[in-house]
Structure formats: structure tokens, C-alpha cells
């Protein structure tokens, strides 16, 4: 659902909603998983094995078309052309999405029942604001000095602004323990919050800088799984970029528009702008809930481009 507003010799602004529902996504699951609380009710068997349904074997992995996803945002645009030699566009996204697992690998904590893992998803990013523009510098174009119009003129200044909101950490506050008791084969476990943690966003690993409040965590009751929610309701850092370009093109031969020496700077994020890593999710490491590196889960490095390039 868009609508569209026209704002003459400005801009054009464009507001929409997008929404999407997907059904029968596949999901891995243990069919010869044990009922919460077996293993605390048997201590005396060694091996979960013999206590299986289908008893004498491991682990037996299905493929289920059993998951499901939603997603809604509503999109918001500002569109500029080419006019007086400025072009822009401000694009912005404000969104939501939901499901119980995003890949087809997702391998579900309880066989018996998906509801807990329904969650944000692991790529479900909040906000999202990108900038372009396009500005055709007019100093010296029609001067009437020959030598200032070929050197001075006819520059042109381009760039990208991207700022974007965290995704959840991968694995999300979880650890490879059987609290539940339901015997190895179910991949890690879901830690619940006593309360909503939280965040102060602050980065580093003394003085209580945490990026997000770990002690509302702790591991599930025994026998039990935690509760639907527990599944990604932590965000990690966002990312920035600022990147820019100045592109000039001096004619060849005379009389020959169609052969060019085009000369390109480009600067990527020019401002230096630290992108820092994902919070520590481990709840044993000594560093969990902190961030305390940069440039691994987005580039940080402050690059500088120079080409030139002939066009015929």
C-alpha cells in the first residue's frame, strides 16, 4: 500500500506499507527427543539413548515444513531529480520481523513444541536510513577563461550516508547445556531474563560498560526450557557508513565529446567512523554482555580511492 505526494521543483515524497506472511518454512527437528525432565527423572541411566522413543538410537533429524515468518515496515521516501544540477534521495525503513527461525538449518530447541522459538528474527534490523546525492558544481563552468572552464569546471560531488539499527547476536543468550534434560541432540539452550534487561549501550569490558545488563540472565528451571521470548530480544550495535566521490571529465580531442579522461576520488567512510562488533552472548565468558571490538561484524576501515580512466 503506497501514497505518493508530488512537491513541485522540490522533491517527491512517498509513503508505503510492506508486509509479508510466510507459511510452511522448514524447520530441523529431533523426533527422538526426550520430554523435558526425563534425564532428571532417570539419574541412574547413563545413557539417554535408552530412554529415547525410538530407543537404541541417537539423535534423528526430520525436516518440517512447520515454521512460519511475518514481517511489516512501513517505508518512507524522498526523491529529488535532477534539477539545477542537484539530485537527492532520503530513504528510511522502519520495520519488524518475527519468526521461528530464520534459516532452513535452524534446528529447533524442543521438538515438541516450536512456540518458543518465535522471536525477532536473526536479520531483523528496526531502523534504516540511506542518503544519496548527486551536486554538479557550478563554479567556472561557462567562465569565459578557457584554461578555468577545463580545469576548474564541470566537477562533480557525489556521495552515500547509510546508518542502519543492530541485529540480533548470533546464537542469541543461549548455552550448550541440558537443563531441560531432554538428552544431547538439541543444540543450545535458551537462558530467560528475570526482567527486561537493560541497555545502557556503553562499549568496553571494565567500570561496568556493558552494552547490555547481564544479570537478569540465568539458565532455564531445571527440566524446563525457557518460555517463548527468550529468543533474540537482545540488538547489537548499528552500523554507519559516509562515503563520497568527486569525478571530474576532461575532453581529449577536440571536437570529440565521446573520447574523455575521467578522473574519480573516492572516500569510504570518510569520517572514520567506528562500526563495533556484537556484545558477547556466552553467559560463562567473562566479557558477556560487553563489546569490546570493532570491524568484524562491519567494515570500520576509513578507505581512499583514486582512478582515472579513459572513455571512448
Known amino acids: 500500500m503506497t501514497g505518493e505526494h508530488e512537491f513541485p521543483n522540490i522533491a517527491t515524497f512517498t509513503l508505503s506499507y510492506v508486509g509479508r506472511r510466510g507459511y510452511h518454512l522448514e524447520q530441523l527437528a529431533n523426533v527422538n527427543q526426550l520430554q523435558p525432565g526425563t534425564r532428571q527423572a532417570n539419574p541412574t541411566v547413563s545413557n539417554a539413548d535408552a530412554?529415547?522413543?525410538?530407543?537404541?538410537?541417537?539423535?534423528?533429524?526430520?525436516?518440517?515444513n512447520a515454521g512460519g515468518s511475518f514481517f511489516h515496515a512501513m517505508e518512507a521516501n524522498v526523491k529529488r531529480r535532477l534539477t539545477r544540477g542537484l539530485l537527492f534521495g532520503v530513504a528510511y525503513t522502519w520495520s519488524k520481523s518475527l519468526d521461528y527461525g530464520s534459516s532452513n538449518g535452524t534446528s529447533l530447541t524442543n521438538a515438541f513444541d516450536n512456540s518458543i522459538m518465535y522471536g525477532p528474527s536473526d536479520f531483523d534490523t528496526r531502523n534504516v536510513v540511506v542518503m544519496n546525492y548527486v551536486w554538479n558544481i557550478p563554479y567556472a563552468t561557462h567562465s569565459t577563461?578557457?584554461?578555468?572552464r577545463k580545469t576548474v569546471g564541470d566537477w562533480q560531488f557525489s556521495g552515500t550516508i547509510q546508518a542502519q539499527s543492530g541485529r540480533p547476536p548470533s546464537g542469541a543468550v543461549s548455552r550448550n547445556l541440558d537443563q531441560a534434560g531432554v538428552g544431547p541432540?538439541?543444540?543450545?539452550?535458551?537462558y530467560v531474563h528475570t526482567r527486561t534487561p537493560s541497555l545502557p549501550h556503553k562499549f568496553g569490558s571494565t567500570g561496568g560498560a556493558q552494552w547490555f545488563e547481564s544479570d537478569v540472565f540465568q539458565a532455564a528451571a531445571v527440566?524446563?526450557?525457557?518460555?517463548?521470548?527468550?529468543?533474540?530480544i537482545v540488538h547489537g550495535p548499528g552500523f554507519q557508513s559516509f562515503n563520497a566521490a568527486l569525478q571530474k571529465s576532461f575532453g581529449i580531442i577536440?571536437?570529440?565529446?565521446?573520447?574523455?579522461?575521467?578522473?574519480?576520488?573516492?572516500?569510504?567512510?570518510?569520517?572514520?567512523?567506528?562500526?563495533?562488533?556484537?556484545?558477547?552472548?556466552?553467559?560463562?565468558?567473562?566479557?558477556?554482555g560487553d563489546v569490546t571490538n570493532k570491524g568484524s561484524t562491519y567494515a570500520s576501515e576509513r578507505q581512499f580511492q583514486f582512478s582515472l580512466r579513459y572513455a571512448f
Open 145 to 148: 577563461n578557457r584554461f578555468m
Open 223 to 232: 527440566g524446563t526450557f525457557a518460555p517463548r521470548g527468550s529468543r533474540n
Open 185 to 190: 541432540g538439541s543444540g543450545n539452550q535458551y
Open 254 to 288: 577536440p571536437g570529440h565529446e565521446n573520447h574523455q579522461l575521467v578522473f574519480k576520488a573516492e572516500a569510504f567512510n570518510y569520517l572514520n567512523h567506528p562500526n563495533w562488533d556484537n556484545p558477547d552472548v556466552s553467559p560463562t565468558s567473562g566479557t558477556f
Open 51 to 64: 530412554l529415547r522413543p525410538y530407543k537404541g538410537y541417537s539423535t534423528i533429524i526430520e525436516a518440517q
